[in-house]
């Protein structure tokens, strides 16, 4: 037991390591590794002797070790992000499988929060993955099984896994009783929702997140253009110049590509993830959770030479502008809309926003107003007016992180400010209406 609790220990070290967090790429994963440290701890505790015991608490108390509460988090993050994304047991579950037992509490879970078509999902998908070692039965599944499909609205699927509970148990009563009721409401019945297919979450916000854009916006988006800047012949870009999309028209959103190395990427990488706080990161797919963040000053030479560049694409000055400030998002970890602009004396007039890593599934950049979806791509940046020429905020340019459902989103932004600009906007006035 003594070896196997130090092993666990170390699991867990890594585990709440920022570094090495990021490994743990998948909810799934992420949800397997908390239940299985909150049971293991609680043995832990049992059997330990009382002196490691007291070392242990201090060990618990640093490192906060997941919970039950922390474990219904991590099941309820993992139900919000299929809503989302609109993803199957079997979807999520490829790469890493869940028992009978952690689907049937991811289930629970989702019955709970009176989701009945994902938690009838997963007690299917349970059901599909039972075996002798299994602490949850068939017949609590059935129960369940039937339950959630009545709360849904499904009544010939409630009333099939009912008939299933009743062959298996014929004498319960109580389950005759809900087998009648079931067939007597569906004699009433006229609408019948289709439980194996999911169609939740149709605000903007959720379809662009899936990447679900209306025809109208991407036939629109293709016909945006893609050129060569040298920002407006800087001696910087004259030869290398960057190549520049744009991803939409009104307001302008411009994408640079290949704006940073990958060596550059590392190096901001390894700056931040020391500084970066870790308090956050625990709890893995937490419901609220949503990024760290670090500034970084332009005393390290690489911060500085990003400053320059990204003063030098857009005609800029950087001079006012905000440190550079890096932001790591985990799974679930996302940024609900919101407006970087704020129409004060030395307003945010623009957002530079680079992209330092690919994310898997999830974590797009959306403008809700306009329709517009922007796909993480490393090495790349976008780059928008966040106020109007007379100094107010753009309304349109409300935009909002998705949340990250595979893979791990890494951003630098760049928000330059109104004092600086008044020999520059000029140049820029085509950009800035
Ligand atoms: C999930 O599974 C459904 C049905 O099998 C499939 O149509 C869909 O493309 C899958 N989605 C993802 C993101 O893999
Ligand atoms: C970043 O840190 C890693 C691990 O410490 C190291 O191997 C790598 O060389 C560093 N990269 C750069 C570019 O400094």
Redesign the pocket.
Known sequence: MMQCSLLLLLELFSYLNPNDSEKISDPVASYKLIRRVSAEWSDIVDYTQKSLYETFQTVLKYAQIPQEEDLNGAASGLIRLQEIYKLYPHNITKETALTADEAYHVGLVAYTEEKFQLAFLWFLYSLEKLTEYSTTTRLKLLNYLHSSAYDFGSLPVAIYFCRQHLNLDPDNEDVKVLLNLYKILYSQRTSNPDIFTLNTGSSKYETLCRGEVVKRTSKRQRALTCRYSTGGGNPRLMYAPVKEEVEWDDPQIIRYLDIISD?EI??L??ISRPLLSRSETIGGVSKDRTSQGVFLGEDYPVVARVSQRIADVTGLSVDSAESLFVQNYGIGGRYEPHYDGCDDENGRIATFLIYMSDVAIGGATVFPEVGVALKPIKGSAVFWYNLHKNGQVDLYTLHAGCPVFRGNKWVANKWIHEYGQEFRKPCSLSYWE
């Open positions: 060596r590392e190096i990488k390894n």
